[in-house]
Structure formats: C-alpha cells, structure tokens
C-alpha cells in the first residue's frame, strides 16, 4: 500500500553544469536545481513519448491552409 509521498533518488551532475543551471534559474519560479532539472527531464520524456505523429498529412495540410488564410503563414 502506497502511503502517497514522493520518493526521490539522487542523481549526480558535474560540478560545473550545476553552477550553469544555478544561473540559468536565478530569478524564474524554480527553487532548485532539482526541480529545474526534473522539469527538463519531463519536457524530455513528454516530447520522447509523443514522438507518434498526432496528426495526419491531410491534417496537417488543412491546419496549413486555415493558418495561411489567417495571414499567419505565407
């Protein structure tokens, strides 16, 4: 049975690009490196996974077709 906490494990990074994220995340709604990199990881994933084409050619075609009557696409 779950007791519905998260459980962590640690992963190590080099020195160097730890420091490169601390900057990179100063002053945006992230608290840590942690939660930087966990989200980077899930962007990953996520895009990984949906990797399968969600749309057809056709689909795809009308999408461009209604985008360029929108003046949006040339």
Known sequence: MSDGKKKYTTVSIPTPLF???EKIIEGTGFTSV???VTY???ELIAEHEGEE???TK???ER???KLRAL???D
């Open 53 to 55: 084409e969600p749309f």
């Open 40 to 42: 980077v990881l899930r």
């Open 71 to 73: 003046g949006y696409l």
């Open 34 to 36: 942690s939660s930087y």
């Open 19 to 21: 420091r490169k994220i």
């Open 58 to 60: 056709e689909d795809e």
């Open 63 to 65: 999408i461009k077709e």
